[in-house]
């Protein structure tokens, strides 16, 4: 029988962690035994999470600023000596026509969406090479494959980081890096319309793709699961 991975002990860091996916995926790395160091910009939620997780370390970190990130990776390996997991879950969103988008506006969704995707799997390489063991997850999304209107910039950037995280996974499996890329698809949250009650009967939940998170990161290291898709099992019919 294949042997899963166990996340008892293993430090994991979850950047964009005070909301949504994130937070679901801080909780449920936690709940399977994982040393969670959540991170991300709002203050007074992360500290609200840290203390609901018991984390041992609480940081800010800004996706789009390196020396952020550089900052919050010297903070957890001083604080626990190494890093196992890396979870890439912060992301922007906004609706805009894409004739109407500014170059200001479509800059910030590339910048977070996918630029923040790399400098912290850059930023996080050489502890998670040093492990042996590294896991690296990045959330991309279901809109990179059936993009829709008013949101090309997210769109765009989602789709990048799949092409982005499948590079990354032929170049890093033989320092022992597994690179994961989850594309969930309407999930019910507040990040794409500021109400997660809205569509919730229906939706994914959170939870649903923090298992799926979970269960990758976890999995046997003989095969490699590089890319899952999430969808709604019964979306309205249109």
């Not at 626990?80 to 922007?92: E, Q, Y």
Request: aromatic residues 6%; contains cysteine; positive net charge.
């Amino acid at each position: 029988m294949a042997q899963w991975f166990d996340l008892s002990e293993r430090v994991a860091v979850v950047i964009g962690a005070t909301s949504g996916l994130g937070r679901a995926i801080a909780v449920g790395l936690k709940q399977h035994g994982a040393t969670v160091v959540p991170s991300g910009r709002r203050q007074a939620e992360l500290e609200s999470l840290c203390n609901q997780l018991g984390s041992k370390l609480c940081q800010t970190a800004d996706i789009t600023i390196r020396p952020s990130i550089d900052a919050l990776r010297d903070a957890v390996l001083q604080s626990f000596g190494r890093v196992d997991i890396l979870v890439n879950a912060a992301g922007v969103t906004f609706r805009q026509s894409t004739i109407g988008v500014t170059e200001a506006q479509w800059s910030s969704a590339i910048d977070t969406n996918l630029n923040g995707v790399l400098r912290g799997c850059q930023s996080f390489y050489e502890p998670l090479k040093h492990t042996g063991r590294g896991r690296i997850l990045n959330i991309g999304s279901l809109g990179s494959f059936l993009a829709f209107h008013e949101v090309a910039a997210y769109c765009a950037s989602k789709a990048a980081v799949n092409a982005f995280s499948e590079a990354l996974m032929q170049e890093v499996r033989y320092d022992n890096i597994r690179v994961s890329c989850v594309a969930p698809g309407s999930v019910a949250t507040e990040f794409a319309q500021g109400d997660a009650a809205k569509g919730a009967d229906w939706k994914v939940s959170p939870e649903e793709v923090a298992e799926v998170v979970v269960n990758l990161l976890r999995h046997p290291a003989r095969s490699l699961p590089s890319r899952v898709e999430l969808r709604p099992t019964r979306p309205p019919k249109k």
